[in-house]
Each structure stands twice: as structure tokens, then as C-alpha cells.
């Protein structure tokens, strides 16, 4: 079994910064990529960031130059920082992986639980 557990949500006021974790573990042979996406109420879940098993990153253009994703594979996990924060980042952030699992070598899609943001104008 695989989980993948976030970490990092709160509360923030406009131009404030925060930083999510996102850690995998369980029956893992090998990550490939991983992304974070949000939800804000009443709208789908959108994409927000990705990164490669090489560190190669990608970014929507609501958030680009304002958010870094890095990535540690030694520890399967990765992170988002997020600076200048604007009220219309508000959402349940999600961390998504496409996991090769050990016990059958079948790349698998997980999900966290989500973590919420909150950013106060």
C-alpha cells in the first residue's frame, strides 16, 4: 500500500508565504512525477505545479514566479513553497504522484488527503 500524506496548510494574510510538504510512503520501487494541484469551493481541481524524478518543474501561470516546487527523492517527498500569496490561492491543495509499486512494478496515480490554504485579504 501507498500513501501519500501533505502537510503544511494554515491560514495567511495577502503577500504572506507558506510551505507544504507532501510524503510518500509504503510499497514504493520508484517515484516518477509529482504534482500539486487545488480545489477551491465550488470549482474543479486544477493543476498548480509539477516536477519531474529529474527536478524539472513546471508551473500554471496563476502561480508562476510566485511558487517553487522542489523535490528530495532520497526522502520520497516533495514541497511547495509559496510566497505572495493572494486570496484567490485559497483552496484544499493536493499532492499527486505516479508511483511505481514494488510489489507488482505497475505505475500507479495516488492522492493525499489535501491540505487546506487559507489567505486573508
Known amino acids: 500500500q501507498v500513501q501519500l500524506v501533505e502537510s503544511g496548510g494554515g491560514l495567511v494574510q495577502a503577500g504572506g508565504s507558506l510551505r507544504l510538504s507532501c510524503a510518500a510512503s509504503?510499497?514504493?520501487?520508484?517515484?516518477?512525477?509529482m504534482g500539486w494541484y487545488r480545489q477551491a469551493p465550488g470549482k474543479q481541481r486544477e493543476w498548480v505545479a509539477v516536477?519531474?524524478?529529474?527536478?524539472?518543474?513546471n508551473y500554471a501561470d496563476s502561480v508562476k514566479g510566485r511558487f517553487t516546487m522542489s523535490r528530495d527523492n532520497a526522502k520520497n517527498m516533495v514541497a511547495l513553497q509559496m510566497n505572495s500569496l493572494k486570496p484567490e490561492d485559497t483552496a484544499v491543495y493536493y499532492c499527486?504522484?505516479?508511483?511505481?509499486?514494488?510489489?507488482?512494478?505497475?505505475?500507479?496515480?495516488?492522492w493525499g488527503q489535501g491540505t487546506q490554504v487559507t489567505v486573508s485579504s
Open positions: 499527486n504522484a505516479d508511483i511505481l509499486v514494488r510489489s507488482d512494478l505497475v505505475i500507479r496515480g495516488y
Open positions: 509504503g510499497s514504493i520501487f520508484s517515484i516518477k512525477g
Open positions: 516536477i519531474t524524478s529529474g527536478g524539472s518543474t
